[in-house]
Every structure is written in structure tokens, then in C-alpha cells.
């Protein structure tokens, strides 16, 4: 019988190419997610059966025990950008991750891959990098020979990052910025998945690694980036000091406290803004993509495959183009 892997947040935005990954490599998935039913596109990454969603709840240590049995590997892609509800910091990504390591550990896994992202500090004034900081010390305390990744900025096709900000570029001839000069090391999705996939697999030895792309830029290189592949270079990217996005996040935040939760801030917090005051690339000396063997996807590779849909004209948009260039 083929070998099992648990993957926590398995439908997720990594999580999925973590989990096609390791069907093509011939291994039974298990995706630990906390909506089955609405996870069940990941059946088709492999033979009839390979594939299963499965429910569970990374805050209940029952269900992560239950979702460990068997498994020979586990990868926890678990995370959360801002808190709501229950899902809280805390709970999701540190003791969440300290459920997946204590139960991998009783459950005899072999090998756990923690999923986390540069900044991660227990020392940090922010609370989603705090949580990421003590989840590692929890696996690495429970699980020695922990595999932990910490990715910079994801992009993708599925990725909040350059979908968001192209969607509001296509109504908005103004896109502010929080962390203008920030500087981001972006990674493919694929990338991330790839080092997962290794790690799981036993081919990466223990330790941490940093996952950066082959480009560093700023926030606001990113956006004017993304706006030429969009076909949109005539919208203005208006940078706003961090101490204003402090002051927004603070009331979207009041918001959403006032309403109980039933408005979400999604525009942006002030534990956002936390992070955006500092760089967000791999450090100098830490082990990466290069060392695990794997060549990182540049960004003009990838962005026109999954933003076109953005332009002006659409899929549309390049023959227009020509076509203006070819008239007299």
C-alpha cells in the first residue's frame, strides 16, 4: 500500500499544490480541512481514492488526532492573515501547530513540515508574526526533526495579493499603498509547494529554510508590476504613511469588533500594518530554494498566465494592442 501524508489546510491556497504534488509522487492524501464538502476539487489531483478531504479543526486536538492516524507525513499549511471569529492567532497558529506536532509525534509520523513565513518571532510587536514565532517553537520542541519553511510573499493564480489589488485597479484610477518602500522576495506558489513536498518525503534535511523568488522589490514596484502586465501603467500607486495605515486599520479593526464580527475587516488591520514596517525578504545565510534543489519561478513567468483577465480587453487585450501598433 502506498505511503500517507496529512495535509492540514490541505484545500488551501498552498495547501492544494502541496497536495498535487505529492499524488503525482504516488502518496495517499489526506486533506485535514475544516469544510470537507467544500474541498472536494481535490479529489481530482489523483487516482479514484488517492485523494480524500477529510474534517477536521486544527484548534481540536481530537480531530487532529484523528486525522494523523495512519500517516507517515504530515504538512501543516494552516495560517490565517487576520483574525476572526474564533479563529484567532493564537489559536490557529500556535497552538494549532502545537496540536499537529505533539499528536504527529504520539501518532509516530515520521516526518512534519510546518508551513510558516518570514518575520516569524516570538519577540515581535505583531500578533500574526508572534503566533507563527511560537508555532515553530512548539513543532521544534515537540517534533526535532521538523522541517519549517518560511515563505516571503506568495503569488499565484489563487493569491490574495496581485488578484486584490488588480481587481480594484480595474474601477479605481488610484491604488493606495501601506508600505510603499517595503521590500517583498516573492515566491511561487509551486515553489513553496515543491520544498513542501520534498520535506515530506524525507529528500530535505531538518531545520529552517527561507523561500524567496529570484526578485526583490518594494511594495510599490510590485503594484506599478502588476499594472503593466494589466495593461492599466496609467493608474497612480499613491503611497500613505505607515502611521495614516495604522489609523485605518485601527477603526476598520473598531468596526468589526463593534459589529461582533459579522463586518470583517478586509481592507486592512493594524497588525498589518505592523508587518508592512519591515522587510519582508530571505536573510542573509539562510538555507533556501537553492539549497533543497529547486530553481525559483520568476514572476514575469508566471503573472500574465493568471492576470490577464484583468486588462482592459481581457484574454483580448494583446491582439488589440498589435493591432493599434499596425495601423497607419
Not at 499613491?238 to 461582533?260: E, H, I, K, N, Y
Not at 514572476?299 to 495601423?327: D, T
Amino acid at each position: 500500500m502506498s505511503k500517507l501524508v496529512t495535509i492540514f489546510g490541505g484545500s488551501g491556497f498552498v495547501g492544494r499544490y502541496v497536495a498535487r504534488r505529492m499524488a503525482r509522487a504516488g502518496w495517499r492524501v489526506r486533506v485535514a480541512v475544516r469544510r470537507p464538502n467544500e474541498a472536494l476539487f481535490v479529489r481530482t489531483y489523483g487516482a479514484v481514492g488517492q485523494v480524500e478531504p477529510v474534517l477536521c479543526n486544527v484548534r481540536d486536538r481530537d480531530s487532529v488526532r484523528l486525522a494523523l492516524q495512519g500517516a507517515e507525513a504530515a504538512v501543516n499549511c494552516v495560517g490565517i492573515l487576520a483574525e476572526s471569529g474564533r479563529n484567532t492567532f493564537g489559536l490557529v497558529q500556535h497552538y494549532g501547530a502545537l496540536h499537529i506536532a505533539e499528536e504527529a509525534r504520539a501518532a509516530g509520523v515520521t516526518r512534519l513540515v510546518q508551513i510558516s513565513a518570514i518575520g516569524a518571532d516570538i519577540e515581535s510587536d505583531s500578533a500574526y508574526s508572534e503566533t507563527k514565532g511560537r508555532g515553530e517553537a512548539a513543532v521544534r520542541e515537540s517534533f526535532p526533526d521538523a522541517v519549517i519553511l518560511r515563505p516571503s510573499l506568495v503569488f499565484g493564480p489563487e493569491d490574495q495579493f496581485f488578484n486584490r489589488f488588480a481587481q480594484m485597479a480595474r474601477f479605481s484610477p488610484v491604488l493606495p499603498v501601506v508600505g510603499y518602500f517595503t521590500r517583498f522576495q516573492p515566491v511561487y506558489v509551486d515553489d513553496v509547494a515543491a520544498a513542501a513536498a520534498k520535506a515530506a518525503m524525507g529528500e530535505a534535511a531538518p531545520g529552517i529554510y527561507e523561500l524567496g523568488g529570484p526578485e526583490v522589490r518594494s511594495f510599490g514596484e510590485l503594484m506599478e508590476e502588476m499594472l503593466e502586465v494589466i495593461g492599466r501603467p496609467n493608474r497612480i500607486v499613491l503611497p500613505l504613511p505607515l502611521a495614516l495605515g495604522a489609523a485605518m486599520g485601527t477603526v476598520f479593526d473598531l468596526v468589526q469588533s463593534l459589529s461582533l464580527g459579522l463586518l470583517d475587516n478586509k481592507v486592512v488591520t493594524r497588525d498589518q500594518v505592523r508587518n508592512l514596517g519591515r522587510d519582508n525578504v530571505v536573510g542573509e545565510g539562510m538555507p533556501g530554494l537553492a539549497e533543497l534543489g529547486i530553481q525559483p519561478t520568476a514572476m514575469e513567468a508566471v503573472l500574465p498566465e493568471y492576470l490577464w483577465r484583468y486588462r482592459p480587453a481581457g484574454q483580448f487585450y494583446e491582439i488589440r494592442e498589435a493591432a493599434k501598433r499596425l495601423r497607419p
